[in-house]
């Protein structure tokens, strides 16, 4: 069982920068790969970018490529996403997951363990 604690999300305007942060529980973080996904009111969850267990490859969104990053510190089992050059569109509550695989997935029904999400509200 993993347990996932996504926090960092606040108000923000447009063009400005935001980092998330993930804390897992367990001793064995380096053995999922993770993700970011996110929901904007009145939508169906959406993929924003995933990474492999060693942190070495990473894929993103069309809609975030070039703006966002991911990252993870398994010393700390930390999971990251910042985000630069916000968009207003960006809003939405933004969910961390954790795979049992080590390999990346754009799928949500992949992701076995979720966060609770935390919200980015980007102003115009």
């Known amino acids: 069982q993993v347990q996932l604690v996504d926090s960092g999300g606040r108000l923000v305007q447009a063009g400005g920068s935001l980092r998330l942060s993930c804390l897992a529980s367990?001793?064995?973080?380096?053995?999922?790969?993770m993700g970011w996904f996110r929901q904007a009111p009145g939508k169906e969850r959406e993929f924003v970018s995933t990474i492999t267990g060693n942190g070495l490859s990473t894929f993103y969104a069309d809609s975030v490529k070039g703006r966002f990053t991911i990252s993870r510190d398994n010393a700390k089992n930390t999971l990251y996403l910042q985000m630069n050059s916000l968009k207003p569109e960006d809003t939405a509550v933004y969910y961390c997951?954790?795979?049992?695989?080590?390999?990346?997935?754009?799928?949500?029904?992949?992701?076995?363990?979720w966060g609770q999400g935390t919200q980015v509200i980007v102003s115009s």
């Open positions: 997951a954790a795979r049992g695989s080590d390999w990346l997935s754009t799928v949500m029904a992949e992701y076995d363990y």
């Open positions: 367990g001793r064995t973080f380096s053995a999922h790969a």
